[in-house]
């Protein structure tokens, strides 16, 4: 099982960035998937939920209007787009798979989303 994320970097404020997780090892479409980010000295954060389907989706308050997450099970990839980004963005973004337990059961290594001028 792998998750692979891709497409951090450094980014003025404001700016756009388009993060990947590439998914393989398993049956990528029946697993509801996540976006999680964690800045330096900060508790882990649930950035995003897709279902499995990609029907509904949920975002954190701190970033609606701002970060929208797709996914395409034809391809076994999750996206976030994120705009207009700013410094509090800053943080190690990871995705993760979640079929029935509570916590993930799939974790990335994370991508490096740096937001400064």
């Known amino acids: 099982v792998q998750l692979v994320e891709s497409g951090g970097g450094l980014v003025q404020p404001g700016g756009s960035l388009r993060l990947s997780c590439a998914a393989s090892?398993?049956?990528?479409?029946?697993?509801?998937m996540r976006w999680y980010r964690q800045a330096p000295g900060k508790e882990r954060e649930l950035v995003a939920i897709?279902?499995?389907?990609?029907?509904?989706?949920t975002v954190a308050t701190s970033v609606k209007d701002r970060f929208t997450i797709s996914r395409d099970n034809a391809k076994n990839t999750m996206y976030l787009q994120m705009n207009n980004l700013k410094p509090e963005d800053t943080a190690v973004y990871s995705c993760?798979?979640?079929?029935?337990?509570?916590?993930?059961?799939?974790w990335g290594q994370g991508t490096q989303v740096t937001v400064s001028s």
């Open positions: 897709i279902t499995k389907g990609g029907d509904a989706t």
């Open positions: 090892g398993f049956t990528f479409s029946t697993y509801e």
């Open positions: 993760a798979a979640r079929r029935f337990t509570v916590v993930p059961d799939y």
